[in-house]
């Protein structure tokens, strides 16, 4: 379990791709040598195992499935990747509970600064992002709701046409991979799970609901 809230940044080493999945491995000397070997890692809101690890990065594999439905399969070496260790007991949940199991992949559909002052670094500004979502989880959005988007917890500003959109501060635009964004980048969409249950709930009591008028138990 995860809370969206970005820890650390890493860079793709290599990302290789085989019959049977594929392996990633991540640079991040400042997080490696914390990981053990069998533990959980998010890297950009995809729950991995690691694998192999040394001073400097740590392994992951990658099965036909996780490539499948997340941005792994278009991803290449070199590029920047959310990172954020499990949620320990007793510690602060700052963003929402996240599982780290990738929904659907969005696509960006606008990334632009929002009244930046002249001169200022694109750190220093306040950005809007809006996403694309497919239709498979369009449902679980809503304004003000919360939407992982590559492993961070944000809250839509606004949802319409398909589309999410999101209020980037600074803070979140400087920690985080969105400063490499571009529009039709591809990214991890994980919808709150809090939302599947209320379905799941609904859907079961309808279908209840549909065997007692069939049976003529209404």
Known sequence: MFTGIIEHQGVIESLEHTSSGGRIRVRVPELAPTLEI??????????????????????ADLSPETLRRTTFAEMKSGARVNLEKPLTAGQELGGHIVQGHVDAVGRIARWASENAAAGSAPEERNWWLAVSVPDEISAYVAEKGSLTVDGISLTVASWSDAE???????????????????????VNLEADIFAKYVERVLDAKDARFSSAIFWGNA
């Open 164 to 186: 999410a959109h999101f209020a980037i501060i600074p803070y979140t635009y400087a920690h985080t991979n969105l400063r490499d964004a571009k529009v039709g980048d591809a």
């Open 38 to 59: 069998s533990a959980s890692i998010a890297v950009n809101g995809c729950c991995l195992t690691v694998v192999q690890r040394d001073a400097e990065t740590f392994s």
